[in-house]
Protein backbone atom coordinates (compact mmCIF):
# COMPACT_ATOMS: atom_id res chain seq x y z
CA UNK A 1 0.00 0.00 0.00
CA UNK A 2 3.07 2.53 0.84
CA UNK A 3 5.03 2.23 -1.97
CA UNK A 4 8.14 3.79 -0.25
CA UNK A 5 11.15 3.75 -2.30
CA UNK A 6 14.65 2.45 -0.01
CA UNK A 7 16.96 5.17 0.57
CA UNK A 8 14.03 8.36 0.24
CA UNK A 9 12.21 9.44 3.29
CA UNK A 10 8.58 11.81 2.80
CA UNK A 11 7.83 15.16 4.99
CA UNK A 12 4.48 15.91 5.10
CA UNK A 13 2.51 19.07 6.37
CA UNK A 14 -0.95 19.35 6.30
CA UNK A 15 -3.40 23.13 6.13
CA UNK A 16 -7.20 22.03 7.25
CA UNK A 17 -9.81 24.52 6.31
CA UNK A 18 -13.15 23.81 8.65
CA UNK A 19 -16.12 25.63 8.16
CA UNK A 20 -17.34 26.62 11.69
CA UNK A 21 -21.31 25.55 12.06
CA UNK A 22 -22.98 29.25 12.86
CA UNK A 23 -25.79 30.17 11.34
CA UNK A 24 -24.93 34.02 10.25
CA UNK A 25 -21.51 34.69 8.74
CA UNK A 26 -18.50 35.91 10.94
CA UNK A 27 -18.80 39.41 10.53
CA UNK A 28 -22.24 40.35 9.26
CA UNK A 29 -25.71 38.87 10.31
CA UNK A 30 -26.38 37.31 6.67
CA UNK A 31 -26.90 33.40 6.81
CA UNK A 32 -24.70 30.93 6.27
CA UNK A 33 -27.58 28.63 4.30
CA UNK A 34 -26.43 26.39 1.14
CA UNK A 35 -28.28 26.13 -1.59
CA UNK A 36 -30.33 29.43 -1.52
CA UNK A 37 -30.44 31.45 -4.87
CA UNK A 38 -27.37 32.91 -5.74
CA UNK A 39 -25.98 36.33 -4.15
CA UNK A 40 -30.09 36.20 -1.38
CA UNK A 41 -27.41 36.07 1.27
CA UNK A 42 -25.59 39.35 1.24
CA UNK A 43 -25.16 42.33 2.61
CA UNK A 44 -22.57 45.53 2.44
CA UNK A 45 -20.45 43.84 4.66
CA UNK A 46 -19.81 40.93 3.11
CA UNK A 47 -20.15 42.34 -0.88
CA UNK A 48 -16.97 44.53 0.67
CA UNK A 49 -18.65 48.02 -0.05
CA UNK A 50 -16.93 50.70 1.05
CA UNK A 51 -17.91 51.97 4.53
CA UNK A 52 -19.20 49.20 5.40
CA UNK A 53 -17.73 48.16 8.84
CA UNK A 54 -17.24 44.12 10.02
CA UNK A 55 -18.57 42.75 13.81
CA UNK A 56 -17.10 39.91 15.03
CA UNK A 57 -20.04 37.21 15.72
CA UNK A 58 -19.39 35.33 18.70
CA UNK A 59 -21.11 32.39 18.23
CA UNK A 60 -17.91 32.10 15.60
CA UNK A 61 -15.08 32.73 18.70
CA UNK A 62 -17.36 30.22 20.77
CA UNK A 63 -17.00 27.17 17.88
CA UNK A 64 -13.45 28.23 17.80
CA UNK A 65 -12.89 27.64 20.97
CA UNK A 66 -14.73 24.52 20.98
CA UNK A 67 -12.46 23.58 17.98
CA UNK A 68 -9.06 24.27 19.42
CA UNK A 69 -10.36 22.66 22.80
CA UNK A 70 -10.81 19.53 20.82
CA UNK A 71 -7.98 19.16 19.21
CA UNK A 72 -6.26 20.01 23.01
CA UNK A 73 -5.39 23.76 21.44
CA UNK A 74 -4.33 26.30 24.35
CA UNK A 75 -6.32 29.96 23.01
CA UNK A 76 -4.57 32.91 23.35
CA UNK A 77 -5.88 35.63 25.29
CA UNK A 78 -5.41 38.22 22.62
CA UNK A 79 -5.52 37.86 19.15
CA UNK A 80 -5.49 39.94 15.89
CA UNK A 81 -7.23 40.01 13.21
CA UNK A 82 -5.04 41.02 9.77
CA UNK A 83 -5.74 41.73 6.28
CA UNK A 84 -4.55 39.33 3.75
CA UNK A 85 -4.23 41.44 0.73
CA UNK A 86 -4.89 39.18 -2.93
CA UNK A 87 -6.89 39.71 -5.83
CA UNK A 88 -9.63 37.55 -6.88
CA UNK A 89 -13.05 38.33 -8.37
CA UNK A 90 -14.69 36.24 -5.72
CA UNK A 91 -12.77 38.71 -3.42
CA UNK A 92 -14.64 41.53 -3.49
CA UNK A 93 -12.88 43.61 -0.78
CA UNK A 94 -9.31 43.11 -2.59
CA UNK A 95 -8.19 41.43 1.16
CA UNK A 96 -9.32 38.61 3.47
CA UNK A 97 -9.59 39.22 7.29
CA UNK A 98 -7.80 36.72 8.65
CA UNK A 99 -5.02 36.82 11.53
CA UNK A 100 -1.38 36.52 11.01
CA UNK A 101 1.06 37.05 13.14
CA UNK A 102 -1.22 36.70 16.70
CA UNK A 103 -3.92 34.12 15.86
CA UNK A 104 -6.54 32.63 17.69
CA UNK A 105 -4.06 29.48 18.94
CA UNK A 106 -0.46 28.54 18.05
CA UNK A 107 2.18 26.41 19.04
CA UNK A 108 0.06 23.07 20.18
CA UNK A 109 0.32 19.23 20.33
CA UNK A 110 -1.97 16.66 19.17
CA UNK A 111 -1.75 13.48 19.89
CA UNK A 112 -3.28 11.32 17.26
CA UNK A 113 -3.35 7.46 16.59
CA UNK A 114 -1.86 5.72 13.34
CA UNK A 115 -0.77 2.62 11.58
CA UNK A 116 0.57 1.39 8.80
CA UNK A 117 -1.47 -0.85 6.17
CA UNK A 118 -1.41 -3.82 5.01
CA UNK A 119 -2.18 -4.86 1.30
CA UNK A 120 -5.94 -4.72 1.73
CA UNK A 121 -5.65 -1.16 3.45
CA UNK A 122 -6.00 -2.79 6.84
CA UNK A 123 -4.42 -0.83 9.62
CA UNK A 124 -1.45 -2.99 11.00
CA UNK A 125 -0.78 -1.99 14.93
CA UNK A 126 -2.38 1.25 16.16
CA UNK A 127 0.72 3.42 17.90
CA UNK A 128 0.57 6.64 19.34
CA UNK A 129 2.13 9.87 17.53
CA UNK A 130 2.42 13.37 18.19
CA UNK A 131 2.04 16.27 15.96
CA UNK A 132 3.09 19.76 16.14
CA UNK A 133 -0.03 22.27 15.52
CA UNK A 134 1.56 25.35 14.22
CA UNK A 135 -1.57 27.57 14.82
CA UNK A 136 -5.42 27.55 14.30
CA UNK A 137 -6.74 30.70 13.23
CA UNK A 138 -10.65 32.25 12.62
CA UNK A 139 -10.65 34.23 9.26
CA UNK A 140 -13.67 34.55 6.96
CA UNK A 141 -14.09 32.70 3.66
CA UNK A 142 -14.10 33.74 0.09
CA UNK A 143 -17.28 33.25 -2.13
CA UNK A 144 -17.91 31.01 -5.30
CA UNK A 145 -16.51 31.49 -9.04
CA UNK A 146 -19.29 29.72 -10.88
CA UNK A 147 -18.86 28.25 -14.49
CA UNK A 148 -21.28 27.37 -16.96
CA UNK A 149 -21.48 26.26 -20.88
CA UNK A 150 -18.77 25.07 -22.80
CA UNK A 151 -15.30 27.08 -23.38
CA UNK A 152 -15.04 28.82 -26.10
CA UNK A 153 -18.80 28.87 -27.13
CA UNK A 154 -21.41 29.80 -24.83
CA UNK A 155 -18.93 29.73 -21.33
CA UNK A 156 -20.21 32.42 -19.05
CA UNK A 157 -18.96 32.75 -15.24
CA UNK A 158 -20.60 34.34 -12.28
CA UNK A 159 -19.87 35.28 -9.16
CA UNK A 160 -22.01 33.69 -5.89
CA UNK A 161 -21.01 35.52 -2.61
CA UNK A 162 -23.30 33.62 -0.33
CA UNK A 163 -20.62 31.84 0.38
CA UNK A 164 -18.37 35.37 1.18
CA UNK A 165 -17.97 35.84 4.87
CA UNK A 166 -18.70 31.90 6.62
CA UNK A 167 -16.05 31.84 9.65
CA UNK A 168 -13.92 29.25 8.81
CA UNK A 169 -11.22 27.33 11.36
CA UNK A 170 -7.84 27.43 9.80
CA UNK A 171 -5.55 24.33 11.17
CA UNK A 172 -1.68 23.92 9.75
CA UNK A 173 0.58 21.00 11.33
CA UNK A 174 4.83 21.11 10.79
CA UNK A 175 5.76 19.13 8.57
CA UNK A 176 5.82 16.13 10.93
CA UNK A 177 4.37 13.30 8.74
CA UNK A 178 6.26 10.78 7.00
CA UNK A 179 3.67 8.82 5.07
CA UNK A 180 0.78 8.97 3.91
CA UNK A 181 -1.28 7.25 6.25
CA UNK A 182 0.29 9.16 8.92
CA UNK A 183 -1.63 12.27 7.10
CA UNK A 184 -4.73 10.11 6.42
CA UNK A 185 -5.33 9.29 10.32
CA UNK A 186 -4.35 13.04 11.75
CA UNK A 187 -7.00 14.33 9.06
CA UNK A 188 -9.82 12.15 10.36
CA UNK A 189 -8.71 12.60 13.66
CA UNK A 190 -9.19 16.22 13.24
CA UNK A 191 -12.50 15.78 11.64
CA UNK A 192 -13.90 13.38 14.17
CA UNK A 193 -12.80 15.75 16.84
CA UNK A 194 -14.83 19.18 14.76
CA UNK A 195 -17.72 16.84 14.56
CA UNK A 196 -17.88 15.84 18.44
CA UNK A 197 -18.09 18.90 19.61
CA UNK A 198 -20.35 20.38 16.88
CA UNK A 199 -17.72 22.70 15.71
CA UNK A 200 -17.97 22.27 12.12
CA UNK A 201 -19.92 19.45 9.79
CA UNK A 202 -16.60 18.73 8.58
CA UNK A 203 -17.90 16.83 5.57
CA UNK A 204 -15.52 17.18 3.02
CA UNK A 205 -17.63 16.31 -0.12
CA UNK A 206 -19.72 18.91 0.88
CA UNK A 207 -16.45 21.34 0.77
CA UNK A 208 -17.11 22.24 4.66
CA UNK A 209 -13.74 20.87 5.43
CA UNK A 210 -10.94 21.36 3.21
CA UNK A 211 -7.53 20.01 3.13
CA UNK A 212 -4.35 21.14 1.71
CA UNK A 213 -0.96 18.46 1.49
CA UNK A 214 2.23 19.94 1.34
CA UNK A 215 4.38 17.01 0.11
CA UNK A 216 8.13 16.80 -0.56
CA UNK A 217 10.57 13.70 -0.22
CA UNK A 218 14.49 13.75 0.57
CA UNK A 219 17.12 11.64 0.62
CA UNK A 220 17.19 9.79 4.16
CA UNK A 221 20.30 11.19 6.32
CA UNK A 222 19.83 14.74 4.44
CA UNK A 223 19.07 17.55 7.08
CA UNK A 224 17.39 20.25 4.98
CA UNK A 225 13.83 19.03 3.47
CA UNK A 226 13.11 18.88 -0.11
CA UNK A 227 11.21 21.47 -2.45
CA UNK A 228 7.58 21.11 -1.46
CA UNK A 229 4.83 21.16 -3.59
CA UNK A 230 1.14 21.33 -2.57
CA UNK A 231 -1.88 19.61 -3.37
CA UNK A 232 -5.51 20.91 -3.67
CA UNK A 233 -8.65 19.48 -4.82
CA UNK A 234 -8.69 16.95 -1.86
CA UNK A 235 -12.82 15.38 -1.50
CA UNK A 236 -12.15 13.47 0.47
CA UNK A 237 -9.59 11.65 3.37
CA UNK A 238 -8.84 8.68 0.63
CA UNK A 239 -8.60 10.76 -2.36
CA UNK A 240 -5.92 12.70 0.04
CA UNK A 241 -3.94 9.72 0.71
CA UNK A 242 -3.66 8.57 -3.06
CA UNK A 243 -2.84 11.64 -4.68
CA UNK A 244 -0.02 12.01 -1.29
CA UNK A 245 1.34 8.64 -2.66
CA UNK A 246 1.23 9.58 -6.24
CA UNK A 247 3.33 12.64 -5.64
CA UNK A 248 5.70 10.94 -3.73
CA UNK A 249 6.66 8.69 -6.46
CA UNK A 250 6.31 11.39 -9.20
CA UNK A 251 8.71 13.49 -7.03
CA UNK A 252 10.95 10.20 -6.66
CA UNK A 253 11.19 9.60 -10.21
CA UNK A 254 12.11 13.05 -11.10
CA UNK A 255 14.75 13.55 -8.92
CA UNK A 256 16.31 10.13 -9.37
CA UNK A 257 16.35 10.81 -13.37
CA UNK A 258 18.57 13.73 -12.30
CA UNK A 259 15.45 16.60 -12.72
CA UNK A 260 14.59 18.83 -9.27
CA UNK A 261 11.03 19.40 -7.87
CA UNK A 262 9.44 22.56 -8.45
CA UNK A 263 7.48 24.74 -5.71
CA UNK A 264 4.14 24.52 -7.32
CA UNK A 265 0.52 23.94 -6.44
CA UNK A 266 -0.93 20.82 -7.90
CA UNK A 267 -4.78 19.88 -8.35
CA UNK A 268 -5.64 15.75 -8.06
CA UNK A 269 -7.71 14.32 -10.67
CA UNK A 270 -9.33 11.18 -8.80
CA UNK A 271 -10.57 9.53 -12.37
CA UNK A 272 -6.99 9.87 -13.69
CA UNK A 273 -5.22 8.87 -10.66
CA UNK A 274 -3.18 11.76 -11.08
CA UNK A 275 -1.46 15.34 -9.63
CA UNK A 276 -1.89 17.98 -12.21
CA UNK A 277 0.24 21.19 -11.85
CA UNK A 278 -2.19 24.55 -11.08
CA UNK A 279 0.17 27.40 -10.94
CA UNK A 280 3.47 27.39 -9.83
CA UNK A 281 4.31 28.68 -6.92
CA UNK A 282 7.96 30.33 -7.38
CA UNK A 283 7.55 33.88 -7.19
CA UNK A 284 6.54 33.95 -3.01
CA UNK A 285 3.31 35.73 -2.61
CA UNK A 286 3.55 38.84 -0.30
CA UNK A 287 0.14 39.37 1.12
CA UNK A 288 1.20 42.92 3.05
CA UNK A 289 -0.28 41.78 5.79
CA UNK A 290 -1.36 44.52 8.29
CA UNK A 291 -3.81 44.25 11.48
CA UNK A 292 -7.41 44.86 10.33
CA UNK A 293 -7.86 48.24 11.51
CA UNK A 294 -11.69 47.75 11.53
CA UNK A 295 -11.42 45.49 14.38
CA UNK A 296 -10.66 45.63 18.12
CA UNK A 297 -7.99 42.93 19.27
CA UNK A 298 -10.45 39.37 19.60
CA UNK A 299 -9.93 39.29 23.60
CA UNK A 300 -10.84 35.47 24.70
CA UNK A 301 -10.89 35.40 28.66
CA UNK A 302 -10.24 32.56 30.93
CA UNK A 303 -13.53 32.29 32.20
CA UNK A 304 -14.87 31.88 28.62
CA UNK A 305 -12.82 29.40 28.14
CA UNK A 306 -13.58 27.84 31.29
CA UNK A 307 -17.44 28.03 30.34
CA UNK A 308 -16.60 26.56 26.84
CA UNK A 309 -14.25 23.59 28.50
CA UNK A 310 -17.65 22.51 30.52
CA UNK A 311 -19.92 22.54 28.21
CA UNK A 312 -17.78 20.03 26.11
CA UNK A 313 -18.69 16.48 25.57
CA UNK A 314 -16.49 13.57 26.85
CA UNK A 315 -14.04 13.70 24.39
CA UNK A 316 -13.12 10.44 21.92
CA UNK A 317 -10.15 9.37 23.54
CA UNK A 318 -11.29 9.63 27.26
CA UNK A 319 -14.59 8.01 26.30
CA UNK A 320 -12.31 4.90 24.34
CA UNK A 321 -10.58 4.49 27.93
CA UNK A 322 -13.93 4.78 29.56
CA UNK A 323 -15.53 1.83 27.14
CA UNK A 324 -12.64 -0.21 27.87
CA UNK A 325 -12.96 0.06 31.61
CA UNK A 326 -16.68 0.02 32.33
CA UNK A 327 -17.57 -2.17 29.75
CA UNK A 328 -14.67 -4.55 29.16
CA UNK A 329 -14.26 -3.81 25.36
CA UNK A 330 -11.12 -4.45 23.66
CA UNK A 331 -9.17 -1.75 22.46
CA UNK A 332 -10.06 -2.24 18.95
CA UNK A 333 -13.94 -2.33 19.63
CA UNK A 334 -14.15 0.53 21.74
CA UNK A 335 -11.88 2.21 18.90
CA UNK A 336 -14.54 1.58 16.71
CA UNK A 337 -17.55 2.93 18.86
CA UNK A 338 -15.85 6.07 19.15
CA UNK A 339 -15.91 7.06 15.73
CA UNK A 340 -18.60 8.97 15.53
CA UNK A 341 -20.33 10.54 19.04
CA UNK A 342 -23.61 8.64 17.83
CA UNK A 343 -22.45 5.60 17.27
CA UNK A 344 -21.09 5.91 20.78
CA UNK A 345 -24.30 6.83 22.36
CA UNK A 346 -26.12 3.92 20.72
CA UNK A 347 -23.90 1.62 22.14
CA UNK A 348 -24.30 2.52 25.56
CA UNK A 349 -28.22 2.39 25.65
CA UNK A 350 -27.78 -1.40 23.00
CA UNK A 351 -25.36 -2.02 26.08
CA UNK A 352 -27.39 -0.88 29.29
CA UNK A 353 -30.82 -3.12 27.28
CA UNK A 354 -28.61 -5.93 26.36
CA UNK A 355 -26.92 -6.44 30.10
CA UNK A 356 -24.19 -8.07 28.00
CA UNK A 357 -21.92 -5.43 26.71
CA UNK A 358 -19.28 -7.20 25.02
CA UNK A 359 -22.02 -9.01 22.71
CA UNK A 360 -23.94 -5.84 22.67
CA UNK A 361 -21.03 -4.64 21.05
CA UNK A 362 -20.33 -7.68 18.56
CA UNK A 363 -23.57 -7.58 17.17
CA UNK A 364 -23.74 -3.48 16.93
CA UNK A 365 -20.33 -3.91 15.21
CA UNK A 366 -20.47 -6.78 12.71
CA UNK A 367 -24.47 -7.30 11.74
CA UNK A 368 -26.20 -3.90 12.85
CA UNK A 369 -23.84 -1.98 10.58
CA UNK A 370 -23.51 -4.57 7.88
CA UNK A 371 -27.49 -3.69 7.73
CA UNK A 372 -26.90 0.25 7.69
CA UNK A 373 -23.84 0.45 5.32
CA UNK A 374 -25.85 -1.60 2.78
CA UNK A 375 -29.25 0.53 3.14
CA UNK A 376 -26.82 3.56 2.72
CA UNK A 377 -27.77 4.82 6.23
CA UNK A 378 -26.07 6.29 9.30
CA UNK A 379 -26.49 5.09 13.09
CA UNK A 380 -28.80 7.76 13.75
CA UNK A 381 -31.47 6.68 11.35
CA UNK A 382 -31.37 3.00 12.35
CA UNK A 383 -34.83 1.38 12.28
CA UNK A 384 -33.66 -0.74 14.79
CA UNK A 385 -33.59 0.71 18.35
CA UNK A 386 -30.53 0.53 20.90
CA UNK A 387 -32.81 -1.05 23.47
CA UNK A 388 -34.21 -3.45 20.94
CA UNK A 389 -30.78 -4.44 19.42
CA UNK A 390 -30.01 -4.88 23.52
CA UNK A 391 -33.44 -7.04 23.41
CA UNK A 392 -32.34 -9.03 20.77
CA UNK A 393 -28.58 -9.81 22.49
CA UNK A 394 -31.13 -10.95 25.90
CA UNK A 395 -32.81 -13.47 24.06
CA UNK A 396 -30.02 -14.90 22.98
CA UNK A 397 -28.13 -14.90 25.86
CA UNK A 398 -31.44 -16.29 27.96
CA UNK A 399 -31.14 -19.83 24.92
CA UNK A 400 -34.44 -18.56 23.57
CA UNK A 401 -32.95 -18.27 20.45
CA UNK A 402 -29.88 -19.51 18.94
CA UNK A 403 -27.33 -16.99 17.58
CA UNK A 404 -27.86 -18.15 13.59
CA UNK A 405 -31.90 -17.28 14.48
CA UNK A 406 -30.93 -14.24 15.94
CA UNK A 407 -29.53 -12.84 12.50
CA UNK A 408 -32.53 -13.28 10.87
CA UNK A 409 -34.32 -11.68 13.62
CA UNK A 410 -31.91 -8.56 13.33
CA UNK A 411 -32.21 -8.78 9.31
CA UNK A 412 -36.18 -8.54 9.60
CA UNK A 413 -36.49 -6.18 12.72
CA UNK A 414 -34.17 -3.63 10.06
CA UNK A 415 -36.84 -4.51 7.55
CA UNK A 416 -39.64 -3.44 9.06
CA UNK A 417 -39.16 -1.62 12.04
CA UNK A 418 -40.43 -4.75 14.65
CA UNK A 419 -38.99 -4.80 17.88
CA UNK A 420 -36.93 -8.52 18.44
CA UNK A 421 -39.59 -10.53 20.85
CA UNK A 422 -42.28 -9.64 18.23
CA UNK A 423 -40.49 -11.14 15.12
CA UNK A 424 -39.39 -14.28 17.31
CA UNK A 425 -43.23 -14.40 18.19
CA UNK A 426 -44.66 -13.70 14.97
CA UNK A 427 -42.17 -16.49 13.23
CA UNK A 428 -43.14 -19.12 15.95
CA UNK A 429 -39.06 -18.79 16.45
CA UNK A 430 -38.79 -19.48 20.31
CA UNK A 431 -35.53 -22.42 20.62
CA UNK A 432 -36.94 -25.06 23.46
CA UNK A 433 -34.53 -25.26 26.17
CA UNK A 434 -36.85 -27.89 27.61
CA UNK A 435 -34.65 -30.90 28.85
CA UNK A 436 -37.88 -33.74 29.00
CA UNK A 437 -39.30 -31.95 25.04
CA UNK A 438 -35.60 -32.72 24.24
CA UNK A 439 -35.23 -35.66 25.76
CA UNK A 440 -37.91 -36.67 24.23
CA UNK A 441 -37.44 -36.01 20.53
CA UNK A 442 -33.92 -37.83 21.18
CA UNK A 443 -35.39 -40.67 22.34
CA UNK A 444 -37.56 -41.14 19.22
CA UNK A 445 -34.13 -40.59 17.17
CA UNK A 446 -32.88 -43.54 18.85
CA UNK A 447 -35.79 -45.66 18.17
CA UNK A 448 -35.97 -44.92 14.46
CA UNK A 449 -31.94 -45.32 14.02
CA UNK A 450 -30.99 -48.75 16.05
CA UNK A 451 -28.43 -49.02 13.42
CA UNK A 452 -26.71 -46.52 13.77
CA UNK A 453 -27.17 -46.38 17.08
CA UNK A 454 -25.31 -49.72 17.66
CA UNK A 455 -22.53 -48.92 15.46
CA UNK A 456 -22.28 -45.30 17.76
CA UNK A 457 -22.02 -47.34 20.81
CA UNK A 458 -19.63 -49.60 19.15
CA UNK A 459 -16.95 -46.94 18.87
CA UNK A 460 -18.05 -44.88 16.16
CA UNK A 461 -17.91 -41.64 17.35
CA UNK A 462 -18.20 -39.49 14.23
CA UNK A 463 -22.05 -40.58 14.01
CA UNK A 464 -22.52 -38.10 17.22
CA UNK A 465 -23.42 -35.36 14.17
CA UNK A 466 -25.28 -37.51 12.48
CA UNK A 467 -27.58 -37.67 15.88
CA UNK A 468 -27.64 -33.55 16.39
CA UNK A 469 -28.67 -32.82 12.91
CA UNK A 470 -31.70 -35.51 13.42
CA UNK A 471 -32.60 -34.47 16.90
CA UNK A 472 -33.09 -30.66 15.53
CA UNK A 473 -34.51 -32.03 12.40
CA UNK A 474 -37.29 -33.53 14.23
CA UNK A 475 -37.84 -30.25 16.85
CA UNK A 476 -37.94 -28.43 13.58
CA UNK A 477 -34.60 -26.37 14.20
CA UNK A 478 -36.08 -24.87 17.60
CA UNK A 479 -33.90 -26.88 20.00
CA UNK A 480 -31.62 -25.23 22.08
CA UNK A 481 -28.21 -26.60 20.40
CA UNK A 482 -26.37 -26.74 23.97
CA UNK A 483 -28.79 -28.49 25.45
CA UNK A 484 -29.17 -31.25 23.37
CA UNK A 485 -26.09 -31.70 22.32
CA UNK A 486 -25.67 -32.24 26.53
CA UNK A 487 -28.08 -34.34 26.45
CA UNK A 488 -27.18 -36.45 23.33
CA UNK A 489 -24.35 -37.25 25.17
CA UNK A 490 -25.92 -38.32 28.28
CA UNK A 491 -28.42 -40.56 26.77
CA UNK A 492 -26.46 -42.08 23.69
CA UNK A 493 -23.40 -43.80 25.81
CA UNK A 494 -26.30 -44.54 28.57
P1 LIG B 1 3.60 28.56 2.42
O1 LIG B 1 4.05 29.93 2.80
O2 LIG B 1 4.06 28.10 1.10
O3 LIG B 1 2.13 28.32 2.65
P2 LIG B 1 4.37 27.51 5.00
O4 LIG B 1 5.75 27.59 5.53
O5 LIG B 1 3.35 28.41 5.57
O6 LIG B 1 4.40 27.59 3.43
O7 LIG B 1 3.88 26.03 5.25
C1 LIG B 1 2.67 25.58 4.80
C2 LIG B 1 2.57 24.11 5.15
O8 LIG B 1 3.59 23.37 4.48
C3 LIG B 1 2.74 23.78 6.62
O9 LIG B 1 1.81 22.78 6.97
C4 LIG B 1 4.16 23.27 6.71
O10 LIG B 1 4.29 22.32 7.75
C5 LIG B 1 4.32 22.59 5.38
N1 LIG B 1 5.71 22.51 4.90
C6 LIG B 1 6.64 23.49 4.95
N2 LIG B 1 7.79 23.08 4.37
C7 LIG B 1 7.57 21.81 3.92
C8 LIG B 1 8.35 20.84 3.22
N3 LIG B 1 9.58 21.08 2.82
N4 LIG B 1 7.78 19.65 2.93
C9 LIG B 1 6.51 19.39 3.30
N5 LIG B 1 5.74 20.26 3.95
C10 LIG B 1 6.24 21.45 4.26
MG1 LIG C 1 -0.10 27.34 2.04
ZN1 LIG D 1 -23.43 40.00 4.93
Given at each position: ?5 EG ?13 N ?62 K ?13 S ?69 L ?5 E ?21 W ?15 E ?16 V ?40 E ?11 E ?100 P ?19 G????E?L ?30 AI ?52
Open positions: MCAMKWETVIGLEIHAQLTESKIFCGCSTRFGDEPNANTCPVCLGLPGALPVLNRRAVELGARAALALSLHVNERSIFARNYFYPDLPKGYQIQYDQPFSERGELEILTAERDEGGRPREWRPMKVRITRLHLEEDAGKNVHEGLPDVDRYSYIDLNRAGTPAEIVTPDFRSSWEAYDYVNHVRRALQVGASEADMEKGNLRCANVSVRRIGDEKFGTKELKNLNSVRFMQRAIEFEIERQIALIESGGRVTQETRLWDRAGETRVMRSKEAHDYRYFPEPDLPPLMVSPEFIEGVKNSLPELPDVRRDRLMKEYELPFGDASHLVTDRALADYYEQAAAAALNPRAAANWLRSELLRELEAANQTIDQSVPPAELGALVRLIDEGKISKQGKVVEMFANGTGAAAVVAERGLVQVSDAGEIDADEVMKSSPAQLEQYRAGKETLFGFFVGQVMKAMKGKGNPKVVNERLKEKLSA
